[in-house]
């Protein structure tokens, strides 16, 4: 049975040709990631920026690029495609991980879903499926270690969804290029709000925020908004209770299937 791909809100088959370029995307992958790798280091360290900046604007047409969101919406994506068959959903090492021969935390986290299910599982046999209550159930287990979920699509579509990863700051090879370069990475659909009356000044926020969007400041915390890209893995941890997430004024859907998930839940 094929597997699907988002389309106007509404899960479709995804043609055969589709799953076989994500496969051949996914076969490289750890080559691939090892390259732009190493091709980032060398500019970083040359301090040649603004060619990084073309560089990954150009490569983002074609290579992944991701949509950060919070647990909750990833697990409502799942909840949304609970109708599939069970295969539509599968878990496998981090590739970021695997290709650069480094380690941090859980390295079974890399979730792919509808027809990257189905390219993924075909060259990799680890990757293993998950029915929905394990697949929220590894999401929230995720959150708690203070990880990010990006929707993750190919070609810039968000018909070629095929991945959420769970994302941290120092070896998630997109998050570096897009520290480095821009482009790689666009905030999800909401955004963190802060009640300072409630914030005790703990300062877990601060440690918890891949992006920085946090300091202390005469032991209240600050957010800087522009850098909140809407992970919400700032939430749970809030010693206050100071802190929620709220829809973000001027959200420009991206990736996450904000019309397929409300239509599920609805
Ligand atoms: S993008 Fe993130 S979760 Fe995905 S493979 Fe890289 S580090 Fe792992
Ligand atoms: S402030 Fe919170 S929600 Fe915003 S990016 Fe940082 S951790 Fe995520
Ligand atoms: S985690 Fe909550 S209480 Fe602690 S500093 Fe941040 S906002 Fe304040």
Redesign the pocket.
């Known amino acids: 049975m094929a597997h699907h791909k988002v389309e106007n809100g509404k899960l479709v088959p995804a043609s055969k040709i589709q799953v076989m370029i994500d496969n051949f995307y996914a076969r490289n992958e750890p080559m691939i990631l090892r390259v732009l790798d190493a091709t980032t280091r060398f500019f970083v360290k040359v301090r040649a920026r603004p060619v990084l900046k073309v560089l990954s604007r150009l490569l983002g047409t074609v290579f992944p690029t991701g949509e950060v969101v919070t647990t909750e919406r990833a697990i409502d994506f799942i909840d949304a495609i609970s109708v599939l068959d069970k295969t539509e959903i599968a878990v496998g090492p981090c590739m970021c991980q695997k290709a650069l021969k480094k380690r941090n935390g859980t390295y079974i986290k890399d979730m792919v879903i509808l027809y990257g299910a189905e390219a993924y599982k075909m060259s990799y046999p680890e990757y293993k499926d998950l029915n929905p209550e394990e697949a929220k159930e590894l999401l929230r287990k995720l959150q708690e270690e203070g990880l990010m979920p990006t929707f993750y699509s190919c070609l810039r579509s968000g018909g070629w969804i095929y991945a959420i990863c769970n994302c941290e700051g120092k070896i998630c090879f997109p998050f570096r290029a897009h520290q480095a370069a821009g482009a790689v990475l666009y905030p999800g659909p909401d955004i963190v709000s802060?009640n300072s009356e409630?914030?005790?000044?703990?300062?877990?926020?601060?440690e918890?925020c891949h992006f920085g969007a946090?300091t202390?400041v005469d032991g209240?915390?600050q957010i800087d908004l522009a850098k909140c890209y809407g992970c919400g893995v700032?939430i749970p941890?809030?010693?206050?209770?100071?802190?929620k997430m709220v829809e973000r004024a001027g959200y420009r859907p991206r990736y996450y299937p904000v019309e397929l998930v409300s239509k599920a839940a609805a």
Request: charged content about 15%.
């Open positions: 802060l409630e914030c005790i000044g703990c300062g877990t926020c601060v918890r946090n202390l209240i915390c700032c941890t809030c010693n206050g209770q100071a802190r």
